[in-house]
């Protein structure tokens, strides 16, 4: 070949997504490579911004709290959480005993069947159809749990400004914790297949690698901060009733997509034994206490929610409807250290990359 | 603030911010959002940095046509808290880095957050989604507002 005719070596730009087999919500990247190996990736979202911020100009301060429940549909009862815990904030509320309990109640299900889903989509990814399937069968029986004592298997909306407006009686959720034993059982069995099986290892283990110090610097946070072995989890500022519970924080130290599965498996086996002591330990008493001020003045909240911390910001200007919400959601902080994470990884390592953040572009975009 | 919060709020001027973020991350401090505000008389912007489970915030109030320098330079995070604050506020940020010139969001609605008043001119408001193509033009009654609010400021 000529030199006139020879091909110029260099980098090659490709699209990746928006609409890709392994990811249930529209993101993009631009991503340049040289040959293989990914030296730069440009994210572009935006394609299901919703301005559910900005509807909070339009609502009743306390009809918004559903409002806030539908940023996501896999946290939402935590997004509504939020949302009540920096108004109370504003307004200097302290909500009763019996709901703190209770939303702590809801807060590790929600964690439990967040993971699970994952689990399965991370698995559906890999072509380990069995393992999908098994996993979210698995979580049917929180789901089932979620609507006998929330109302709701998806939106939950059973959290007010001021307490919780449902009270499973004490019976019921004792019940439910019994229930939930089967899928205590159900995922020490799958976590051992998922951990133990070479193909599902080959595709995770040392890949998309985020050193400790880079993870922290860069602002990630949930599993994707602790499988880089920073101990870092919000429920350590105590809110709600955590500051009565004892759990463990889970670390991993490899900081590859292979430990944030690990930290993501074994916070299920955590959040399903705090379900449990909750069920066992919950005072009595009201759930919830009339919230009848008009809000003035700002609020903030944090929240451990299943992929990490958000933070809850709210105004008010001395009118029902608030001057502005705002919540930094953890995808949205996790995606510069995924970006990160990408840089030196083959291109067929990429969907695994993403996945293992466990992105959500609903809570992205709000 | 509730008690479990830790948590302080700093005002700054414009000019005295990278040092004050300098400062910050000399100490240790890594970034954990950027949270923009816009009203008639302006934009406020607030930074929020986090050790261990404190936090602090440095509050900058802006002009209605005010630039607030970019911090990338001393956090990189910043990077995607800066262009969305622009895409949705159309808040004037120097030297984003990297910036990405409106595709991080990339809506078909020029910084459809702002509330801006630029005297003269009007505040464009929400327009439905099936609303007569005319109206996004028309919308308003203090006089013509260009789409993206402070475009048609006399």
């Known amino acids: 070949m000529s030199e006139a005719t020879r091909p110029v070596r260099g980098p090659t730009t490709i699209p990746f997504g928006p609409q890709h087999p392994v990811l249930p919500e529209p993101l993009h990247f631009d991503l340049t490579l040289e040959d293989e190996r990914i030296v730069d990736a440009v994210p572009q979202i935006g394609y299901i911004h919703r301005g559910l911020e900005m509807l909070v100009e339009k609502r009743d301060y306390l009809d918004y709290t559903r409002v806030a429940e539908r ?46 889903m994952w689990l399965g989509l991370a698995a559906d990814a890999f072509g380990f159809e069995n393992l999908f399937m098994a996993t979210w069968r698995a979580r049917e029986i929180i789901l089932d749990v979620a609507e006998e004592t929330a109302g709701g298997r998806v939106i939950y909306g059973s959290c007010n400004v ?15 914790a019994k229930e939930l034993e089967k899928v205590r059982a159900e995922v020490a069995r799958l976590a051992e ?69 690990k930290v993501r498996i074994r916070e299920i086996e955590e959040s399903l034994r705090l379900v449990a002591e909750v069920a066992t330990r919950i005072p009595g008493g009201p759930v919830a206490i009339p919230v009848k001020a008009v809000p003035n003045g700002e609020g903030w909240a944090r929240v451990e929610q299943p992929r990490g911390e958000a933070l809850y910001f709210v105004r008010a200007a001395g009118k029902r409807n608030l001057e502005r919400f705002r919540v930094r959601t953890p995808t949205f902080a996790n995606i510069p250290a995924m970006v990160e994470a990408m840089h030196g990884a083959e291109l067929a390592d990429v969907p695994t990359i993403i996945l293992t953040i466990d992105p959500c572009i609903s809570c992205t975009e709000r | 603030m509730s008690a479990n919060l830790m948590h302080d709020i700093e005002e700054v001027a414009t000019d005295g911010l990278l040092k004050a973020v300098d400062s910050l991350l000399l100490d240790g401090w ?62 004037r940020i120097e030297r984003i880095h990297p910036d990405w010139h409106g595709d991080l969001l990339g809506g078909a609605k020029p910084k459809p957050f702002s509330r801006v008043r630029i005297a003269g001119t009007s505040v464009e408001r929400p327009v439905p989604l099936n609303a007569p193509a005319t109206s996004v033009s028309q919308s308003g009654s203090e006089g013509a507002a260009a789409p993206g609010g402070e475009g048609g400021s006399k």
């Open chain 1, 71 to 116: 940023v996501c549909g896999i946290c939402s009862f935590m997004h509504g959480m939020g949302y009540s815990m920096a108004v109370e904030d504003m307004l200097g509320i302290e909500v009763p005993d019996r709901a703190r309990w209770l939303r702590t109640f809801w807060c590790e299900l929600e964690r439990a069947h967040s993971h699970l």
């Open chain 1, 162 to 176: 001021g307490g919780v407006n449902r009270d499973p009686d004490d019976e019921t959720l004792k019940r439910c």
């Open chain 2, 30 to 91: 890594r970034l954990i959002q950027i949270l923009a505000l816009s009203s008639e008389s302006g934009n406020e912007i607030n930074y929020s940095f986090g050790g261990g489970y404190a936090m602090k915030t440095l509050r900058v109030k802006l002009g209605p046509k005010d630039p607030v320098p970019s911090i990338t330079s001393y956090y990189a995070a910043a990077a995607f808290y800066e262009n969305e604050m622009r895409d949705l506020f159309g808040i």
């Open chain 1, 193 to 261: 297949v998922f951990v133990g099986e070479p193909t599902v290892r080959h595709r995770l283990e040392g890949v998309g690698i985020l050193g400790k110090d880079k993870a922290y610097a860069l602002g990630a946070v949930g599993p994707m901060l602790r499988a880089s072995g920073v101990d870092y989890d919000m429920r350590r500022t105590g809110y709600a009733a955590y500051s009565e519970l004892s759990f463990s924080t889970v670390v991993e130290t490899a900081g590859d997509c292979m430990a944030r599965a």
